[in-house]
């Protein structure tokens, strides 16, 4: 009897050739599944279900963990408006994780000695399931058929060719991974430091030219209305704003950062719903949470992001993050109002019962209500006293030439 092997399957070209490989090289009985974060619609899970199996796996399963990964993470990130390189919302980092844990589950289910993926040996992904993997099923071997061949996605296609295998060999030419927190595009461009992506490689495309009004209504930081429908499920909120926004093209960027094995990296994404909503946050946050707040949430949300980013999603300290920014949200209510362009957008402004701009104490750069000039002269001379006395001491050091 073969033994089995349930490989993390997408329906894009790494797993395609996985599924030949690890069936007639490794002699392995393939059970291909996919852990769907929300990308994919009913048609297109039905799409990936037909090639798996016109591939020979001898069963696929599709697993849903939308709910978990929004419950468990994207949640947060809202929360702390997280931008890696104050650019891209970690739209494929965040995933991962909910997917190797589906993967670990179902492998243990049906009683597979191993596990497969279809990470290359220069990216991220290949530590992010690998170190799920041997952290919660250390008993499970692990096999990645693309790192271990050092193999360009050229001499995949070719491989699945010879095979009789065919596909749209022109779109399998970029990885799209696609899921609810957004869309990442990698390909030939994102291998150079000079070229951008061609505007065919995005899956979404400009279908409108027109400006249009966006309105998004948080309670406690989560999402409660979009332009005046409330939504009990958060998941389908997201839905709506990506649908919105995406028609316009918006929150198209190129991520550039360190890998978590120490090479520089570069990818491209479109992720119209997370920039959205991230913006919109974070502007609600700075009209009602005081300064202190805002610091040490924009310190704690960096760690966030960063650990979350290299793979150290299980380390406790991440649970104690994540208390501080549920914390942090108590005040962050409030209706906030967007204007949508071609390729961009603009948070216009915000209407809240606690917007601390509306304390009655004074009008920025206007009228003072709660102080006098003499409080503010005498505030200044105490704020002061520390560079007085050191360029008291110090005569000449403060001079700027």
Known sequence: MKEKVVLAYSGGLDTSFCVKYLSIEKNLEVYSAIANTGGFDEEEVKSIEEKAYQLGVVKHETLDVTDSYYRNCIRYMIYGNILKNNTYPLSVSSERIFQALAIVDYARKIGAKYIAHGSTGAGNDQVRFDLTFQILAPEIKIITPIRDLLLSREAEIEYLKNLGVERDWKKMEYSINKGLWGTSIGGKETLTSDKGLPESAYPSQLLTDQEEDLEIEFVKGEIHSVNGKKFTNHVDAIKVIESIGSKHAVGRDTHVGDTIIGIKGRVGFEAAAPMIIIKAHHVLEKHTLTKWQMYWKEQLSNWYGMLLHEAQYLEPVMRDIE?????????????????????????????????????????????????????????????????KIFNNVNKGQLDIK
């Open 323 to 387: 208390k501080f920014l549920d914390n942090s949200q108590t005040n962050v209510t409030g209706k906030v109002f967007i204007k949508l362009k071609p390729y961009r957008f603009e948070v216009v402004g915000i209407e809240s019962s606690h917007d601390l701009m509306k304390s009655g104490f004074g009008d920025y750069g206007e009228v003072n209500k709660a102080w006098t000039g003499a409080d503010v002269q005498g505030f200044t001379t105490i704020l002061g006293n520390h560079l």
